[in-house]
Structures are given as C-alpha cells and as structure tokens.
C-alpha cells in the first residue's frame, strides 16, 4: 500500500491493531492516522509497507459495531427539525435506523451483542 491509495476514512490494520485513516496528505511523507480509537500517529511511508486495507463490514453484517444500529436511532430521534420536509426526511431516516437495527437483532450470532441487545430489552427468539 502506497500513500496515494489513501483517503479520509480509510480502515487499515497491523498485527490486530486498526487505525483510520485521518489526513492522508499530512507533511511530506506521513499518513495521520488515530490507533484503536485513541491516539493520533504519524505513519511513515516505511511503516505503511506493512498495514493493510480492512473491511468494516464483517461475516455479513452491514456495520461491524454492536452499538451503532442503536446509537443511530437514537441520534435521529434527538435530532429537532423546522419544517415539514424537515420532519419527512427525520422521518425517512428513522426508518432506516429501526431497519437497521432489525437487521442487527435478526442477524447476530456474536454472544456479546445478543447480551448487548439483551440488555436493552430488544432481543427476540
């Protein structure tokens, strides 16, 4: 991998640790990426040889974070519009969420996220 397939937004991973991909044409030769959600680094182009482009979406599912199918619904349900067509798209994508999130229910195999979707009360056998 090279520093011009980069973009912001990008998944990469080494040796089970994930960065995203934060300001691809930082200074000369460095790529600013934020490790495992927590610290910001500078990859060199020596050290980006050996990361590698990952997918977010996993085993079939459509986001790989048990959490934000119910995060998303959430968001929009908070959100206040001002006009008619306003509340017709808060109304759209509100659909998408509980869509979303019905998939989520309907697919997931992990025993931590059914916990996780125990404990908010939405798991159905």
């Known amino acids: 991998m090279n520093k011009e397939q ?6 990469i991973e080494c040796c089970g640790i994930t960065a995203y991909v934060v300001d691809p044409n930082y200074k000369d030769n460095y790529v600013k990426v934020i490790l495992n959600n927590k610290c910001k680094a500078l990859l060199n ?3 980006l040889s050996i990361w590698k482009f ?11 974070n048990e ?4 995060r998303f619904r959430n968001f929009i349900k908070d959100v206040q ?3 008619p067509a306003s509340e017709e ?4 994508l509100l659909n998408v969420a509980n869509q979303l999130l019905k998939y989520q229910i309907q697919t997931a195999t992990d025993e ?4 996780y979707l125990k404990r ?4 159905q056998q």
Not at 67 to 70: G, N, R, S
């Open 120 to 123: 908010l009360n939405l798991w």
């Open 67 to 70: 959490t934000f199918a119910i």
């Open 112 to 115: 931590s996220e059914i916990n």
């Open 45 to 47: 182009k020596d050290w």
């Open 81 to 83: 519009v001002n006009d």
């Open 89 to 92: 798209e808060k109304e759209y």
């Open 54 to 64: 990952v997918s977010p979406i996993k085993d079939n599912r459509i986001v790989s």
């Open 6 to 11: 980069l973009k912001r937004g990008d998944i």
